[in-house]
């Protein structure tokens, strides 16, 4: 864990080629998730003829400002199936995109402070040993003999009374893990076309047939939305809506420090999430600002809120220093699962709703949406994650149950 | 942290609201003829605007009552507050300019101001209560 064991900062991994005028299929959307759909649209289904759409730069939004945690502990069956293939896939990226990511399985605790917490979090324990998700239960010695900074006195506000534990949970360097799928995306064909933004789509009747952007109308068979917190914008244009609220997520990290924090902690009921990067920072996060937002910056009574929980459960981090706060806007549905599936729009397909917890599943949302675009049906992965679930009211309500707010 | 003019107490702090999502959603006139689609609709479906919106927020922490916001999602600046039950304010001339990135700085997170009210309510500053904003009609939580 120090900066010496970082990769060197890469060469240009990537072309910046003019838009054509037409292709196989867009994606729109630059991020993990939609560079890591183009990945899987090449090598499992042949499609090269492709092009990724960022309206930005590659990887400058929420890819850019996750907090990195990866973990598959999720209480329901639908929900732990994707995001355990994700970990798995998690688990052998690094030797198939030849780039080590510093994927860091340092293991996820997310932390029980009350009677009610203790009972869902053994339940969840039990729900993903059936899943074979690999969690254990910790009492607070066990927690300390983990995390020896954690305070698991009985004097603080919300003791802890224990934890479940995902041992092969961790993090990941988020920059490079979207550097590594730009490049093989590369390699195969793909064209990555950054600062080209989507201004509307054509269509033929209901069947989508080109793509408006600011560098001009591309034609293309299929499209694919993979834009996070600008879905509801983006469906908007071609017709139709979905359920989504786009929220202000904030994050924070400390000044540089040697390392005190050999796991993850999460804690949903006191509210904050920490690890400490490979190069030393503390990083942090909570939960979402209430109101709707687009604006990438939270209220700042948000921050001091998790940081009083941080500090309470950390005391020696009352002495670190907040070195940056940034928001990003996530994408939230009101079950707390994802959409990946079709759309109303024939021949457009949307993968968006992960709202606070994405990053973990980019490489299980890339390849069940690539499989979804590719075949016009859903990966059984991602089969129940369908937009009618809204209406058959088979819904994946991960509310809580899934540990924290993600 | 914004700053929200509750229309009886005044100017305060946005941690002493709650937010109440979208206005102006009705509770369908007739439920027992809506098909699933347009129960989804009704129950999960809200707009979510990149722009003017217009929002409930409760003065939890307050008077405890409800009343309508029309503010920007990106810019986040409160345009009008108005009573429940009123329809949304006219919010046309109003534009709203892609701010890119996040500044960083904390300081930058504090965009409320107070509102200029367009709605005729009083925007009011003593404590007293405008007759006008007690008609919460529809004020469901």
New interface residues.
């Given amino acids: 864990m120090s900066a010496d064991l970082l990769p060197e900062h890469p060469d240009f991994l990537w072309r910046n080629p003019e838009p054509k005028s037409s292709y196989d299929a867009v994606i729109v959307g630059g991020g993990g998730h939609g560079l890591a759909t183009a990945y899987f649209l090449a090598k499992n289904h042949g499609m090269t003829n492709i092009a990724v759409l960022e309206k930005g730069w590659l990887a400058g939004g929420n890819m850019a400002r996750n907090t990195t945690i990866i973990r598959s502990n999720y209480l329901w069956d639908e929900s732990a199936a994707i995001y355990e293939h994700a970990l798995k896939l998690w688990e052998i990226l690094p030797e198939e995109l030849e780039y080590d990511f510093l994927f860091s399985q340092r293991g996820v605790m997310n932390l029980a402070h009350t009677l009610g917490d203790v009972r869902e979090s053994m339940r969840r324990v039990g729900a993903n040993k059936l899943n074979g998700v690999d969690a254990e239960w910790l009492d607070p010695k066990q927690v300390k003999e983990l995390c020896p900074i954690l305070n698991i006195s009985d004097n603080i506000r919300y003791p802890v009374m224990g934890a479940t534990y995902q041992p092969r949970a961790g993090i990941a360097k988020h920059d490079h893990v979207a550097w590594a799928f730009a490049r093989k995306c590369d390699e195969m064909g793909v064209d990555i076309i950054q600062n080209c933004e989507v201004t509307g789509f054509v269509k033929d009747g209901n069947r989508v047939v080109g793509v408006k952007t600011n560098r001009g109308t591309i034609n293309t068979e299929k499209v694919g939305l993979a834009a996070a917190g600008h879905s509801s914008v983006l469906a908007e244009m071609a017709g139709f809506r979905l359920p989504i609220q786009s929220h202000p997520l904030q994050a924070l990290v400390s000044e540089l420090h040697e390392p005190v924090h050999p796991t993850v902690v999460m804690s949903n009921h006191v509210h904050v999430y920490v690890s400490q990067a490979h190069k030393g920072e503390l990083v942090m996060g909570a939960g979402v600002d209430s109101y709707n937002g687009y604006g990438q910056r939270g209220s700042f009574h948000v921050i001091e809120h998790q940081m009083a929980a941080a500090v309470e459960l950390f005391p020696i981090f009352a002495r670190a220093h907040v070195l940056r706060t940034w928001g990003g806007i996530v994408d939230t549905t009101l079950d707390a699962s994802p959409i990946v599936g079709n759309t109303p729009v024939d021949n457009m397909f949307v993968n968006c709703g992960w709202g606070t917890g994405g990053f973990k599943a980019t490489p299980a949302a890339g390849l069940t949406f690539a499989h979804n675009i590719a075949t016009g049906s859903p990966h059984k992965l991602n089969k129940p994650f369908a937009l009618e679930r809204f209406e058959t009211g088979a819904l994946i309500d991960e509310h809580g149950a899934a540990a924290v707010a993600h | ?2 700053l929200i003019s509750c229309p009886n107490c005044g100017s305060r ?3 002493e609201f ?2 109440g ?1 979208q206005a102006h959603v009705p509770y369908p006139k007739n439920p027992n003829e809506l098909n ?2 347009q ?3 009704f ?4 707009d ?3 722009g003017a ?1 217009a ?1 409930r927020w409760l003065h939890s922490t307050g008077c405890r009552q409800w009343f309508n916001m029309l ?1 920007d ?4 600046e409160i345009q009008a507050i108005y009573p429940m039950g009123t329809p949304r304010p006219d919010a046309a001339g109003r534009t709203t300019p892609d ?1 890119g ?4 700085a ?1 300081d ?4 409320g101001t107070a509102a200029p009210d367009i709605s005729g309510t009083s925007t009011a500053t003593t404590g007293t209560t405008p007759a006008s904003t007690t008609a919460p009609e529809g004020a469901t939580k």
């Fill in positions: 942290m914004l702090d946005e941690t709650h937010y999502g699933d689609r129960w989804a609709e129950l999960f479906y809200r979510n605007t990149k919106f929002e503010r999602t990106v810019t986040y701010t990135t996040a500044s960083t904390a930058s997170t504090t965009t």
